[in-house]
């Protein structure tokens, strides 16, 4: 009897210890499967994020301009929008994030561009999602800027100017609407103000006003930014579109002196001297106003000029 039960002791003792090794390397499976699907969804959201920078090339080159394109996703998927003006020209940050299994990807990987401007909410969600693009000129074309909305998003335009709606029904754009608006609708005002208006925008002090913050723009490709993105991003956006016009100013004064030497007179550097000034004294939306005097005599001065600058 003794015996018998050391026996029976001893292969409960080895099952046991079979199913603790069992379940261990099960475990170790499980990890590795998720580890590597994990990794997986990380590199599949990052080739995501480069593919839709490269996807908007035409846009930013401005073959585009004024045509409303809509890209598909395989899954539900957000798309982040990180601004960052550090650097000479800053950064547009893509960061995309897709559902696989009922779970969010977490990626940190970061794609910037320092040649594109894109205006969104913090992140745009869906399968479908839709980009136009506006030209921005102060007083030359600085950028193509970018707009992007989830298809799942409505926009209502009802009391938009004519200039506006006639603008957005060229574009043909589903989730953008001038009338007939569905329910739920982000309701753009222009006329009007109350309970009913999410954004309020008002072209005497050009400025629009979302979710309380209020910012200002300056010609309306600047106006529909203010519009489809958030207050950070857009803010953020206007310190790199100043770092650009810097930048390109620099270029023109050089241009002027080149077109002088050769005999062919702009003579407008000193004009150009003084709006770098001016851009370089912008620190937010609210002081462009204080630069559209220059910019509109430098416009001028440019048209006038015997050798135009651009």
Not at 70 to 80: A, G, H, Q, W
Not at 135 to 159: E, G, N, Q
Not at 220 to 226: K, R
Request: with cysteine; proline share 2%.
């Amino acid at each position: 009897m003794i015996k018998m039960e050391k026996r029976g002791f001893e292969f409960s003792f080895a099952w046991l210890f079979a199913i603790i090794v069992g379940a261990f390397i099960i475990f170790l499976a499980i990890y590795g499967v998720t580890r590597i699907m994990d990794t997986g969804g990380k590199v599949a959201s990052a080739k995501t994020g480069k593919e839709i920078g490269i996807l908007l090339n035409p846009l930013e080159t401005g073959f585009e301009t004024g045509k409303s394109v809509l890209f598909t996703m395989p899954v539900e998927t957000r798309i982040y929008n990180r601004c960052d003006a550090e650097s000479v020209f800053g950064r547009q940050i893509v960061k995309v994030s897709q559902k696989m299994f009922n779970k969010w990807t977490d990626t940190d990987i970061d794609i910037g561009f320092p040649n594109k401007y894109i205006f969104s909410e913090n992140f745009a969600e869906g399968k479908n999602f839709f980009v136009f693009s506006k030209p921005f000129d102060f007083p030359f074309k600085i950028a193509d800027l970018v707009y992007l909305t989830s298809a799942d998003k409505k926009y209502c335009f009802a009391d938009a100017p004519n200039r506006t709606k006639e603008e957005l029904e060229d574009l043909k754009q589903e989730n953008l609407f001038v009338g007939n608006c569905p329910q739920n609708s982000v309701n753009v005002c222009f006329e009007s103000s109350g309970s009913e208006c999410n954004v309020i925008v008002n072209e005497n002090l050009k400025s629009v006003e979302k979710n309380g913050q209020v910012v200002y723009y300056e010609t309306d490709a600047l106006m529909y930014a203010a519009i489809f993105s958030s207050g950070g991003i857009y803010e953020c956006q206007i310190t790199r579109l100043m770092k650009r016009t810097n930048e390109l100013l620099v270029l023109y004064d050089e241009k002027d002196s080149i077109l002088s030497r050769r005999g062919c007179v702009a003579g407008i550097s000193q004009d150009i001297v003084s709006f770098k000034n001016t851009i370089n004294h912008i620190q937010s939306s609210e002081q462009l106003a204080g630069a559209i005097t220059e910019k509109n005599y430098l416009e001028t001065q440019n048209n006038l000029a015997e050798c135009k600058l651009w």
